[in-house]
């Protein structure tokens, strides 16, 4: 996958379905990406490099595309793959994931069982058992990669508006967020548009 020429929004598009694993020291987690938001830079309002800003926090997402930038918020970590060269602060937050591998200790990991294991950003990263110590390390170099031979493809991507951002004008409404539609592993399903996982993919 090209995380340096293409445009953020097309990786955020081509990120669904791709399967995801972290191996810690005991095993292998997995799982498809089911729900991405992505994140424009220096002139979106609710990203983290808006405006050009830089802090010690945010080095990670200044690095080369395919870098992975981690932040915490309120106690959990969420994982953004970095999207263009060098510089420039572009970004996909990985929000959900349909989990494969490691169910069991997923389920230990989270205290939770069914869809409510991975259905959130800071969810399946918990899941997953993935330290905060992963920011700034490169995706496949590292204990998390991403196979995108193995993956499954949606019959159907869904464009909204991204969770949780508040006040920031045209960038609150602007529709950068992108599900699988009707994955019940998809964060603030509503039943009634949940499907089997199974009928979500071609």
Same mark, same amino acid.
């Given at each position: 996958?090209?995380?340096?020429?293409?445009?953020?929004?097309?990786?955020?598009?081509?990120?669904?379905?791709?399967?995801?694993?972290?191996?810690? $020291?005991? $095993?292998?987690?997995?799982?498809?990406?089911?729900?991405?938001?992505?994140?424009?830079?220096?002139?979106?309002?609710?990203?983290?490099?808006?405006?050009?800003?830089?802090?010690?926090?945010?080095?990670?997402?200044? $690095?080369?595309?395919?870098?992975?930038?981690?932040?915490?918020?309120?106690?959990?970590?969420?994982?953004?793959?970095?999207?263009?060269?060098?510089?420039?602060?572009?970004?996909?937050?990985?929000?959900?994931?349909?989990?494969?591998?490691?169910?069991?200790?997923?389920?230990?990991?989270?205290?939770?069982?069914?869809?409510?294991?991975?259905?959130?950003?800071?969810?399946?990263?918990?899941?997953?058992?993935?330290?905060?110590?992963?920011?700034?390390?490169?995706?496949? $170099?590292?204990?998390?990669?991403?196979?995108?031979?193995?993956? @499954?493809?949606?019959?159907?991507?869904?464009?909204?508006?991204?969770?949780?951002?508040?006040? @920031?004008?045209?960038?609150?409404? @602007?529709?950068?967020?992108?599900?699988?539609?009707?994955?019940?592993?998809?964060?603030?399903?509503?039943?009634?548009?949940?499907?089997?996982?199974?009928?979500?993919?071609?």
């Amino acid at each position: 996958m090209d995380f340096v020429n293409k445009p953020t929004i097309e990786t955020a598009k081509s990120l669904l379905g791709v399967k995801i694993s972290y191996q810690d $020291q005991t $095993q292998t987690y997995s799982g498809y990406i089911v729900e991405t938001e992505a994140y424009l830079g220096f002139k979106d309002k609710a990203a983290h490099g808006f405006g050009g800003k830089q802090t010690p926090k945010v080095t990670s997402l200044y $690095q080369r595309g395919g870098t992975i930038y981690g932040h915490v918020m309120h106690t959990h970590l969420l994982i953004n793959l970095v999207t263009r060269e060098e510089g420039i602060p572009e970004g996909v937050l990985i929000r959900a994931v349909e989990p494969e591998d490691g169910i069991e200790t997923m389920k230990i990991n989270r205290n939770k069982s069914g869809f409510e294991l991975t259905n959130g950003p800071g969810k399946w990263t918990k899941a997953f058992n993935i330290p905060r110590a992963i920011d700034g390390s490169t995706i496949n $170099q590292c204990r998390l990669s991403i196979d995108v031979k193995n993956r @499954k493809f949606p019959r159907e991507i869904e464009e909204s508006a991204r969770i949780g951002i508040p006040n @920031k004008g045209e960038w609150t409404e @602007k529709h950068l967020r992108y599900t699988v539609k009707g994955n019940p592993y998809v964060s603030r399903m509503r039943k009634s548009d949940c499907l089997l996982p199974e009928e979500t993919w071609k």
